[in-house]
């Protein structure tokens, strides 16, 4: 595996092509950013730990059966991932209130949802990721129908597979964020999935351990992200050790 030129670089990651055009290698950057990229800082060792914390969900999830891009851990901060064609829509479930929806619908943070809920958002930083429906989807060719479906009942899976896992380690999973692509005939879940990309609360406390101690300056963000991964399982110190390593 020869690391090639940089593809793009997003917020919190960058990209780069490698030898094999079907593979890519993510870099997970100690970026941090909040409010369409407004607020920006690093954070020491923040780029380790999620891509630690990725690899452990994207295996996870392989093993109950969701098809994803990652293949190996290449290094503490890079990943081997497929090269997907992505769709450029942000697929989000809530189990219970918090950001967006509270300010959109005026209901409180922290009420359960009956049911859990889902939005796409078009990914799009200039428009600020409004909110968008399938139609719009479709109208618009972002997607096709049976795609839309696909990524609507695929994220509703992820959504039962790491709640239950979270519930075991005493954490609510509050709402996440996924992204997809096609690779060949195939749509795989892509991108990330970290506490960057979702809310979670200790299920006793309701303290978050998430991105949103970034975004409301509460502190120790790398931290607890260091102890949810611990609260799974998953000790981000162990040095990354896979044959793609070698
Ligand atoms: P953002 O685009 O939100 O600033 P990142 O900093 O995480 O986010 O950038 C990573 C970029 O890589 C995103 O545009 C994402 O859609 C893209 N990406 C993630 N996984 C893949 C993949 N397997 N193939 C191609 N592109 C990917
Ligand atoms: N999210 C994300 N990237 C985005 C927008 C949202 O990862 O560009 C995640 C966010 O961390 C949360 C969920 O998606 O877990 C729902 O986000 P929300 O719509 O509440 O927006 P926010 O107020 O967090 O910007």
């Given at each position: 595996?020869?690391?090639?030129?940089?593809?793009?670089s997003g917020k919190a990651k960058s990209v780069f092509l490698t030898d094999d055009p079907?593979?890519?290698?993510l870099y997970f950057r100690n970026d941090t950013s909040a409010f369409d990229g407004e607020k920006v800082e690093q954070l020491n060792r923040k780029g380790m730990v999620n891509n630690k914390f990725n690899a452990f969900i994207m295996e996870r999830l392989a093993a109950a059966g969701?098809?994803?891009?990652?293949?190996?851990?290449?290094?503490?901060t890079e990943s081997i991932v497929k090269r997907l064609d992505m769709i450029p829509v942000e697929c989000v479930v809530r189990n219970i209130a918090a950001g967006s929806i509270c300010k959109r619908l005026g209901v409180e943070e922290g009420i359960d949802l009956e049911v859990p809920t889902f939005e796409f958002f078009l990914k799009n930083d200039a428009l600020h990721d409004p909110m968008i429906n399938e139609y719009h989807i479709r109208s618009f060719g972002w997607a096709g129908a049976d795609e839309v479906e696909i990524m609507k009942s695929r994220t509703f899976e992820v959504n039962e597979i790491l709640k239950?896992?979270?519930?075991?380690?005493?954490?609510?999973?509050?709402?996440?964020?996924?992204?997809?692509?096609?690779?060949?005939?195939?749509?795989?879940l892509g991108d990330e999935f970290t506490?960057?990309?979702?809310?979670?609360?200790?299920?006793k406390t309701r303290e978050k351990l998430d991105k949103d101690r970034f975004r409301r300056n509460l502190g120790r963000v790398v931290e607890s992200y260091e102890a949810v991964a611990l609260r799974l399982g998953l000790d981000v110190d162990l040095p990354v050790t896979s044959a793609a390593a070698q």
């Open positions: 595996m020869k690391k090639g030129e940089l593809l793009y079907g593979q890519l290698i969701v098809a994803t891009h990652f293949e190996a851990l290449l290094s503490e239950a896992l979270f519930r075991e380690a005493g954490i609510l999973l509050v709402d996440f964020k996924l992204e997809f692509g096609r690779y060949g005939d195939a749509i795989l506490p960057d990309g979702c809310r979670l609360w200790d299920a």
